[in-house]
Structure formats: structure tokens, C-alpha cells
């Protein structure tokens, strides 16, 4: 069936850091793969998306690549600050519209 | 512009209780509708979701259930509650795909805590 995975961390980084969150998923057919935040005490919001192979999202410094090959959408931020530090989640969107998620990464970074 | 209403925002149910959760969405026709858990630590579970009245999928078989008795109206259920149902439970909507403006809009959530 559809699933997605993901680094489960936390991850502890220091400002400035490079940032990486691995997410492979597994879906028929072409979905759409997101990548939504949840800062502490808020809701999730949309981060970034892609919508098909080869496309890249971007959003506040971060991107990812839908790799269709490697059914991956890794996330990348090449400087964090203390302001990152969130629950990740990767997500995908089913061409049915079902929509899962990862289990979430969180990330701390620390001046 | 679009609204989206979950309630109640906590809840306190003994073990054997029943439950009903409501979510609506304003503001938009046909919306997509979706329940989920968010057990603490944990990830996010999809449990049900609609593209329409009367088209319910559900994804964990459990003694939850989803109606959609509106358009824009989306309630979870259950008869009798167990321990391992107390989380968080998020409702969320979209438009239907496109492939322009697919991301989901959550509510506010319910924490439920069954005693």
C-alpha cells in the first residue's frame, strides 16, 4: 500500500548547519509529495511541494527534489537557524487524493 | 475565504463511551475531508477521508467511524471508546486535485482523553 517514511531524529544541529531529513515513500501511480511544519504550539502548515519528477519546492531557504527513481523527497536547508527548529513531516497525496504522512522529525538547533 | 471548525477542543470520556467529533468547513463547495490521529510523539494517522457525501474510505478498521451527512460536514464517531483511542484528532480539507493548490487546510484539533 502507500506509505511514507522518514528520519524519526530528533535531529540537534547548530546554527548554521547543514540540514538534511530523508523521505522515501512508497504509491502507485504519480503522487504529489509535500513536505508541511509544525513549529511548537501551532498547527501544521505547507512548507513545500512538488508535484511531479524532477520538480524541486522551495520555501524559506528549504528545498526538496521529487526523485521518482529513487521514490525520495529528501528536505534541505543549507544554513539552519534557531527559528527551524519544528516537526517535519513528509506527506504524499495519491492521484485519489488520499493523503498520508511520515512519522515526523524533529529537529532542534542550538545556537 | 475558508474556515475551517473542529470541535470540541478537549474532551474527557470514560472507557465504554461513546464519541462524536464535528468538523465543517465554510466557505468552499465539495472540499475533500479528512480525520486524523496524532498519538504523542508520533506521526500523523490517517483514519478516514471523503472526496464526497456518501464516499467515505477508511483507512485503519477500528471501532471509529466518519459520516458525512453535509457537504461540508465531517463527524467521527465511535460506540464505545477504548483506551488506545485518546489523541489528538485533526480534521483537515482540500479543494479536490488539481494539481495547482492541493494542500490541506487542518483545523484546530480535539485532544480526547479517555479515563
Known amino acids: 500500500g502507500d506509505s511514507v517514511t522518514q528520519m524519526e531524529g530528533p535531529v540537534t544541529l547548530s546554527e548554521e548547519a547543514f540540514l538534511t531529513i530523508n523521505c522515501t515513500y512508497t504509491?502507485?501511480?504519480?503522487?504529489?509529495l509535500f513536505w508541511y511544519v509544525q513549529y511548537p504550539g501551532e498547527g501544521l502548515q505547507l512548507l513545500l511541494k512538488?508535484?511531479?519528477?524532477?520538480d524541486k519546492g522551495s520555501n524559506k531557504g528549504f528545498e526538496a527534489t521529487y526523485r521518482k527513481e529513487t521514490t525520495s523527497f529528501h528536505l534541505e536547508k543549507g544554513s539552519v537557524q534557531v527559528s527551524d527548529s519544528a516537526v517535519y513531516f513528509c506527506?504524499?497525496?495519491?492521484?485519489?487524493?488520499?493523503?498520508?504522512f511520515g512519522p515526523g522529525t524533529s529537529l532542534s538547533v542550538i545556537p | 475565504s475558508q474556515t475551517i471548525h473542529q470541535w470540541p477542543a478537549t474532551l474527557v470520556q470514560p472507557v465504554g463511551s461513546p464519541l462524536s467529533l464535528e468538523c465543517t468547513v465554510e466557505?468552499?463547495?465539495?472540499?475533500?475531508l479528512y480525520w486524523y490521529r496524532q498519538a504523542a510523539g508520533r506521526g500523523l494517522q490517517l483514519l478516514f477521508y471523503?472526496?464526497?457525501?456518501?464516499?467515505i474510505s477508511s483507512e485503519v478498521p477500528q471501532n471509529l467511524s466518519a459520516s458525512r451527512p453535509q457537504d461540508r460536514q465531517f463527524i467521527l464517531s465511535s460506540k464505545k471508546l477504548l483506551l488506545s483511542d485518546s489523541g489528538f484528532y485533526l480534521c483537515?480539507?482540500?479543494?479536490?486535485?488539481?494539481?495547482?493548490?492541493?494542500?490541506?487546510?487542518f483545523g484546530s484539533g480535539t485532544q480526547l482523553s479517555v479515563l
Open positions: 483537515a480539507w482540500s479543494v479536490p486535485s488539481t494539481g495547482t493548490n492541493e494542500k490541506l487546510f
Open positions: 504509491a502507485t501511480g504519480y503522487p504529489s
Open positions: 506527506a504524499l497525496r495519491t492521484s485519489y487524493d488520499k493523503v498520508i
Open positions: 466557505g468552499t463547495s465539495n472540499p475533500n
Open positions: 471523503s472526496i464526497g457525501i456518501d464516499q
Open positions: 512538488a508535484t511531479k519528477a524532477d
